[in-house]
C-alpha cells in the first residue's frame, strides 16, 4: 500500500513510522522538511498531565488583563480579529463545565497511551537516552494562586494525574536556582521532558529515510479523492502524486486543504514564543511552570529554553519578538541568578482547535484521506500516540482508542 504523508513536523513523522512499519510504501512531502517549524521550538514536554482544556468556566474574566499586560501571556493583532470570531465563539461554547468533563476525559484517554506509544519509538531509532523522566513542577509567587488553581487539580487528580503539593522550602529544595518570590508549587512526577525538540524530528526524520520513506521538497496546493482508488495531491508547479492514502499532518496549514476537500475545522495559528540561553548561569533538573504568569523554562541540552505565550494574528504576520524578550524578563524574576547573554529567540505557529482536541480521524468526503492535525501545546506528547491511531486507521485495524471526540465532523 502507498501512502502519502503531508507534514515533516513530529505529528508527520510519527504517522510515516507507523506506516513504515505496517509495510506500506512511504512518501513524506514537505515545503522544508529539515526547516523550522513548531516541532522544533516547542518547549521540549512530554505534558502528559495536561487534561484540562484550555477553554474553562470564568476564563473570560482573565483574558482582557492578560490580553493588556505588555508581559501578558495572551496577544491578539487587530487586523486578524475578524477571522478570530468564529474559533472564539467555539472557544467560548466550550467553556462550560459538561464540555469541559467531556474534553477532559478524551484528553485523559489519549495522554494515558502516550508512553506505550513513545518509547518503543524513541528506543527504536536511537532516542533512548533523550527522554527525561523527572517529571514537572509548577510554582506559584501567592499563597491565592495554589488555592485558585486547586479546583483544576483536583479535577486533574480525577483522570488519574499525580499531583504533590509542596511547601516553599520543599520547591527549592527540588530547584534551588528559584528565587524567595516563589511561595508553594505542585510536583507532577508524570511529566517529563527531552534533551532537545530539534533533535528528537532530526533523528526520526533521518532514521525513516535510512528504512526506506521518500521525503519530498514541494508545497502541497491540493489534495483530492480519486473515485476509483485512492487519492491525489498537487504541487505548486503542477506536479500530481498519487497514492493509495493520503495523511494530512501539515500543522496550522492543514485547514486550507481540509477545506479544499469539503471538511470545515476551525483551526488557528496560535503563536508561541521563547528564548533558549545557551549558558544561563544556573541548573534546572526538571520543566518548572510558572503557573501565575503562563510560561515555562525547560532545561535542555542546548541551554534553557524559556517559552509560553499565545499569539493569534494568522499565518501570514510577522513575528514580534518582544514577546520573546518578555519571557527572559519574567524568568528574571523567578531565576534572579540567570545569564541572559545569547540567547536565541524563535517564533512558531501551534495548531490551535478551540476544543483542545486534535483532529484525528478520516475525512469526511473520503476515508482514504486521513486527518492527524491540530494538536496545540501538545504535539510532542501526543504524536506518536497520534500516529499509532493512523497507523490503525491505514491497515483498517480497530483504533486503540475511541477516536470519535477528535473526528472532523464535530466542527460541521
Not at 487539580?153 to 520547591?171: C, I, M
Amino acid at each position: 500500500m502507498s501512502v502519502i504523508v503531508v507534514g515533516a513536523g513530529i505529528v508527520g513523522l510519527s504517522v510515516a513510522y507507523e506506516a513504515l512499519l505496517g509495510g506500506a510504501a512511504v512518501t513524506i512531502i514537505d515545503r522544508d522538511p529539515e526547516g523550522d517549524k513548531a516541532s522544533f521550538g516547542n518547549a521540549g514536554g512530554i505534558a502528559v498531565t495536561e487534561v484540562i482544556p484550555l477553554s474553562v468556566p470564568g476564563l473570560w474574566k482573565q483574558v482582557p488583563f492578560w490580553a493588556l499586560d505588555p508581559l501578558g501571556p495572551l496577544a491578539v493583532r487587530v487586523r486578524h480579529t475578524p477571522h478570530l470570531f468564529p474559533w472564539l465563539w467555539r472557544f467560548a461554547k466550550v467553556g462550560s463545565a459538561s464540555e469541559v468533563r467531556r474534553i477532559s476525559g478524551a484528553l485523559a484517554e489519549i495522554n494515558s497511551r502516550v508512553y506505550d506509544d513513545l518509547v518503543p519509538l524513541f528506543n527504536k531509532v536511537g532516542l533512548a537516552n533523550d527522554l527525561f523522566r523527572k517529571g514537572a513542577l509548577t510554582v506559584y509567587e501567592t499563597e491565592s494562586g495554589l488555592t485558585r488553581d486547586r479546583p483544576e487539580w483536583e479535577a486533574k487528580r480525577a483522570f488519574g494525574v499525580d499531583s504533590q503539593e509542596l511547601s516553599a522550602s520543599q520547591v527549592r529544595d527540588m530547584e534551588p536556582a528559584l528565587g524567595p518570590i516563589v511561595k508553594n508549587g505542585v510536583f507532577t512526577p508524570q511529566w517529563s521532558h527531552v534533551s532537545d525538540p530539534k533533535r528528537i524530528v532530526d533523528v526520526l526524520r533521518c532514521w525513516l529515510a535510512d528504512n526506506g520513506a521518500e521525503i519530498l521538497r514541494g508545497q502541497v496546493d491540493r489534495v483530492e479523492p480519486i473515485r476509483t482508488d485512492g487519492a491525489a495531491l498537487t504541487l505548486s508547479g503542477g506536479k500530481t502524486l498519487r497514492a493509495a492514502k493520503i495523511v494530512i499532518a501539515a500543522g496550522a496549514w492543514s485547514a486550507q486543504l481540509a477545506k479544499q476537500l469539503g471538511d470545515r475545522v476551525l483551526l488557528e495559528s496560535e503563536r508561541g514564543y521563547n528564548t533558549t540561553i545557551p549558558s544561563p548561569g544556573l541548573a534546572l533538573e526538571r520543566e518548572v511552570i510558572f503557573a501565575d504568569r503562563k510560561f515555562v523554562a525547560t532545561p535542555l541540552s542546548i541551554g534553557l529554553r524559556i517559552g509560553g505565550a499565545a499569539e493569534f494574528g494568522g499565518l501570514k504576520a510577522a513575528p514580534n519578538f518582544n514577546r520573546s524578550k518578555a519571557l527572559v524578563t519574567l524568568a528574571k524574576i523567578y531565576l534572579p541568578g540567570i545569564k541572559e547573554e545569547g540567547g536565541v529567540e524563535w517564533s512558531g505557529h501551534r495548531p490551535a482547535t478551540p476544543d483542545s482536541l486534535p483532529v484525528i480521524g478520516r475525512s469526511g468526503p473520503s476515508p482514504r484521506i486521513i486527518y492527524a492535525f491540530g494538536h496545540g501545546h501538545l504535539g510532542l506528547t501526543q504524536g506518536p500516540t497520534t500516529g499509532k491511531i493512523v497507523g490503525d486507521l491505514l491497515f483498517e485495524r480497530q483504533p486503540c482508542l475511541n477516536v470519535e471526540p477528535f473526528s472532523v465532523a464535530r466542527f460541521s
